[in-house]
């Protein structure tokens, strides 16, 4: 098991860029496919990008692509959102999640991960 905790959310203008850690505590975070997902008020939450164990494969949400990257540093135990050209509607709790997996998949859906962040929250303004 890990515990996850993100950060590096904050306030922004629209057009500017964020990027959102999320720690893993435990030695065998290398072992985890993690997931980046966000929550708005009023609406459920979606998923925003993944990245399987070793780097090599990711994925993202329509809505994101072009403008966000997910990447890993094991070594460090942590996982990074990079969200450049940030949208008012990119507006929400950002969480970082993560589940045991040595495949070259991603996962879309939240219930395919075992452990969740506490979230950070992500305001852009115009």
């Known amino acids: 098991q890990v515990q996850l905790v993100e950060s590096g959310g904050g306030l922004v203008q629209a057009g500017a860029s964020l990027r959102l850690s999320c720690v893993a505590s435990g030695r065998t975070f290398s072992m985890y496919a993690v997931g980046w997902f966000r929550q708005a008020p009023g609406k459920e939450r979606e998923f925003v990008a993944a990245?399987?164990?070793?780097?090599?494969?990711?994925d993202y949400a329509d809505s994101v692509k072009g403008r966000f990257t997910i990447s890993r540093d094991n070594a460090k135990n942590t996982v990074y959102l990079q969200m450049n050209s940030l949208k008012l509607e990119d507006r929400a709790v950002y969480y970082c999640?993560?589940?045991?997996?040595?495949?070259?998949?991603?996962?879309?859906?939240?219930?395919?991960?075992?452990?969740w962040g506490q979230g950070t929250q992500v305001t852009v303004s115009s």
């Open positions: 990245i399987n164990w070793s780097g090599s494969a990711t």
């Open positions: 999640a993560a589940r045991w997996s040595r495949s070259s998949s991603n996962y879309r859906t939240s219930t395919d991960y075992t452990n």
